[in-house]
């Protein structure tokens, strides 16, 4: 008799935890274990031993304290990105606005995980800038814009970045870097993507999302984009980053 996932046994075992990872993919958020009970018509004890499975694998990632489920990060380069056709040109007046403001260039990054992608940007008038051109790509976890996007992405797929673009640095130190991130709502850099480049960038969350969908950076030379400057103009960036989400999902909710 031959064992595995092609005995009957091993199918089982196989259609279970597919029906697990289903329903837990299926959820617009994190689902509890009752719920999985519930929709699999699992035992609680099965449900649970296969949820740990998927977790330690990747395909399921634990939410919370309670705890909660929801899609892990090897999933992440399959995961549906709501908004992501809508999104960029949304926020081009947003852009427009702060490079206005700062006579610098302004560009929306979107994720491709584990990269985020140039998909718009606003170039500044003075002839010395930050280059960006749309379409370029970078890890998500360098930069002022991989520092907003990895402080508000959940840790797991943080790690898994790490690990796929090759970035061995300490982990807790960069843990405790990201908390400041997240504390302030927006990361600064300089010098470290281009010399004598500096960058601020603020995240694009929506109120049911697990991470950013984008990130909106201001970048430009540091004798001009300086330190003061950035943290200056911060709270702003925030601001009309706020704003932009909070049209896009009153909008939305007319729509539906």
């Known amino acids: 008799m031959r064992h595995g996932i092609e005995s ?11 029906s697990v990872l289903e329903f837990v993919l299926a959820a617009p958020r994190p689902v509890a274990l009752a719920d999985v009970v519930r929709a699999t018509g699992l035992n609680r004890a099965t449900a649970h031993r296969l949820l740990g499975q998927l977790v330690e694998l990747g395909f399921v990632d634990v939410v919370g304290e309670r705890p909660a489920y929801a899609a892990g990060p090897r999933l992440a380069p399959m995961l549906r990105m709501p908004r992501s056709e809508m999104l960029v040109p949304a926020l081009r007046p947003l852009l427009s606005a702060a490079a206005l403001a700062t006579s610098e260039t302004a560009a929306v990054f979107v994720v491709d995980w584990p990269n985020l992608v140039c998909a718009d940007l606003v170039l500044t008038t003075l002839p010395v800038r930050a280059h960006h051109d749309i379409g370029d790509s970078g890890p998500s976890t360098l930069g002022a814009p991989g520092r907003a996007f990895s402080a508000f992405a959940p840790r797991s797929f943080v790690a898994a970045a790490l690990d796929i673009v090759g970035d061995h640095r300490d982990a807790d130190e960069f843990d405790r870097l990201l908390s400041d991130v997240a504390r ?5 850099s300089m010098g470290e993507l281009y010399p004598e480049m500096n960058g601020l960038a603020v995240p694009v969350k929506f109120r049911d999302d697990r991470m950013p969908r984008a990130v909106v950076g201001v970048s430009g030379p540091a004798e001009r984009w300086t330190e003061a400057r950035m943290t200056e103009f911060a709270p702003r960036l925030v601001g009309l980053v706020d704003d932009a989400v909070s049209r896009i ?4 909710e007319g729509a539906g």
């Open 249 to 252: 999902e009153s909008a939305n």
């Open 184 to 188: 302030a709502g927006y990361a600064t």
């Open 8 to 18: 009957g046994a091993g199918r089982g075992v196989l259609d279970r935890g597919l």
